[in-house]
C-alpha cells in the first residue's frame, strides 16, 4: 500500500475533510515516497461566513496543513459549499474526471457515503463515476470524517474494513489540524485534536494499533 511508487488522489469536500479523515494515512504515504495530490471541492465557506476573504484564508490553511503532511499538489474547485446537490451530476463528474485525468492516480481516497453532510454523499457518487474500471484508478477508499460519519443514525453506519495504524503519524495529522483555526472546537467537539485522538485510538483499538485511520474499501485489485 505504501510502495513508493503510487500516486495517491485524496478527495475532499471541504478544507480540513482531508486531514481529519485522512491525515495520518497521508504523511505515511509521503514518508514511503509516494506522490499525493489534494483536490478540495468546494471553498469550505458561502455556508457559513459573509468574509469572501476567508476563502483565501482557508487555502492558505489547506497549503500549510499540506505541507506538514507531504503533500505534492493541491488543487481548488471552488464549488459552493453546501451546496452540491444543487449541481448537476454531470458537472461535479466533469470536476473529479479532470483531477484524476490531470494527476493520474492509482489510489483514491474519498467521502463515505453515510453520514449527515449532503456535500459528502455527492462525492462519493461522483468518485465512483469518475475513478470507474478504465480510468487507471485501481484502488478506491472511503474515509471517516468526525462531526458527519457519526452523526445521522438514519443512512447506513460507516463500516470500515481497512484500519491504518497511525502510531508514527498522529502526531503530524494534529499538527496539520491546528492550521485550521477557523474550523478547530473546543472539547468535546468532533472537531478538537483531543476528539481526533480519541478516535484514532478507538478505530487503533479494532486492530491492535495505539492509533489508526479506518476506510470502507469501495474497491481495490491486487
Not at 478527495?11 to 495530490?37: F, K, N, Y
Amino acid at each position: 500500500m505504501f510502495s513508493g511508487d503510487s500516486t495517491v488522489l485524496v478527495i475532499a469536500a471541504h478544507p480540513d475533510d482531508e486531514v481529519l479523515g485522512v491525515g495520518g494515512t497521508i504523511r505515511r504515504h509521503a514518508d514511503a515516497g509516494d506522490s499525493v495530490h489534494i483536490l478540495v471541492v468546494t471553498e469550505g465557506t458561502t455556508a457559513q461566513y459573509d468574509d469572501a476573504t476567508i476563502i483565501e484564508q482557508k487555502r492558505a490553511q489547506v497549503r500549510e496543513s499540506g505541507s506538514i503532511l507531504g503533500v505534492d499538489d493541491t488543487q481548488f474547485a471552488d464549488l459552493p459549499d453546501m451546496q452540491l446537490d444543487t449541481i448537476a451530476h454531470t458537472e461535479l463528474n466533469a470536476v473529479l474526471e479532470d483531477a484524476i485525468t490531470a494527476v493520474q492516480p492509482d489510489t483514491v481516497y474519498t467521502h463515505t457515503a453515510s453520514g449527515l453532510n449532503e456535500d459528502h454523499r455527492q462525492i462519493q457518487h461522483s468518485t465512483l463515476v469518475a475513478a470507474r474500471p478504465y480510468s487507471g484508478v485501481t484502488d478506491i477508499y472511503s474515509y471517516f470524517v468526525g462531526s458527519s460519519s457519526e452523526w445521522a443514525p438514519s443512512t447506513p453506519r460507516f463500516d470500515p474494513r481497512m484500519f491504518v495504524s497511525i502510531d508514527d503519524t498522529i502526531e503530524t495529522k494534529i499538527e496539520a489540524l491546528e492550521c485550521y483555526a477557523t474550523e478547530l472546537r473546543p472539547y468535546p467537539h468532533p472537531r478538537s485534536p483531543k476528539r481526533v485522538r480519541e478516535y484514532a485510538a478507538y478505530f487503533g483499538g479494532h486492530v491492535g494499533a495505539r492509533y489508526a485511520e479506518a476506510f470502507e474499501v469501495v474497491r481495490t485489485r491486487r
